[in-house]
């Protein structure tokens, strides 16, 4: 069964920096487009970033670019979220998410359960 | 970038009526068009994509239709487990967008 676990939220103060990890298992983790979806305590959905299968192009919100980084390690079929000048509005609930693949860009078919990140001082 | 909007923002119904969800885009986006259910403390799941076509796994009651800029979510005989919010999406380009969601509850 596929499965996206994420890990490494918690509390970071304003300025400070935070990696996120998502493990997946269950299918050819390089095949696919991987995302970050963020949402803020009782708001909506905000996509984050993504990156491609294969060459790992990606792309940024407005809010978090210059100070997110996304990255892959196919070997280890892990998704990574680089987090740095943390800002207090930065302060959600992580999803990483993976698309279908049949195109790109794809609609999303599978969510992780999410890791919290607060940052406050 | 592409702005996504909703109607209505929340909504009660009872168990067995028919739901109707709005999404509006600011432009053109074809079938780009996903639908999600979150209900709380959870993660979304997706509901359906290009749409009109449903996610594998997801009950025949939920049905998407729409084209262009304007989209809609129906659920037929709304069943307990369906009191959630939705929230539209497209991914015709990045960034992807999002609504800000429809709460469903219960009248």
């Known amino acids: 069964e596929a499965q996206l676990v994420e890990s490494g939220g918690g509390l970071v103060q304003p300025g400070g920096s935070l990696r996120l990890s998502c493990a997946a298992s269950g299918f050819t983790f390089s095949y696919y487009a991987m995302n970050w979806v963020r949402q803020a305590p009782g708001k909506g959905l905000e996509w984050v970033s993504v990156?491609?299968?294969?060459?790992?192009?990606?792309y940024y919100a407005d809010s978090v670019k210059g100070r997110f980084s996304i990255s892959r390690d196919n070997s280890k079929n892990t998704l990574y979220l680089q987090m740095d000048s943390l800002r207090a509005e930065d302060t959600a609930k992580y999803y990483c998410?993976?698309?279908?693949?049949?195109?790109?860009?794809?609609?999303?078919?599978?969510w992780g359960q999410g890791t919290m990140v607060t940052v406050s001082s | 970038d592409i702005q996504m909007t909703q109607s209505p923002s929340s909504l009660s119904a009872a168990v067995g009526d028919r739901v109707t969800i709005t999404c509006r885009a600011s432009q053109g986006i074809s079938n780009y068009v996903a639908w999600f259910q979150q209900k709380p403390g959870k993660a979304p799941k997706s509901l359906i994509y290009a749409a009109s076509s449903l996610q594998s796994g997801v009950p025949s009651r939920f049905s998407g239709s729409g084209s262009g800029t304007e989209f809609t979510l129906t659920i037929t005989s709304l069943q307990p487990e369906d009191f959630a919010t939705y929230y539209c999406q497209q991914y015709n380009s990045y960034p992807f967008t999002f609504g800000p969601g429809t709460k469903v509850d219960i009248k």
């Open positions: 990156i491609s299968g294969g060459v790992g192009t990606t």
């Open positions: 998410v993976k698309e279908d693949g049949s195109s790109w860009p794809d609609t999303f078919d599978l």
